[in-house]
């Protein structure tokens, strides 16, 4: 677990499960320490994920980390983001681009 203070927000603390940030590493070259930086982003951009939202809600935070927009899908449980996965996907790029109106 990590702890992390975003903007002038309380401290937000961070969680994961170790053996699933293991395998998010191996498949999509991503740890979850590093995924924790997209919350710092001012134009992140927060948005439900319905797809996944089955017992709990979950939702998908697009931030820019290094030289790209990262993709970190969360859930919040009592004031603890817990991340479940994290990758720079193509799609939370475009609707990054596209909200913050970024132009290549």
Known sequence: MANMVIDNHPEFVFDWDEAKDAEN????????SLAQQAFLDPNRIILNDVDHSRDEARYYCLGRVLEGILTVRFTYRENVIRIIGAGFWRKGRRIYEKKNKVYR
């Open 25 to 32: 590493q191996k498949k999509h070259g991503i740890s979850f």
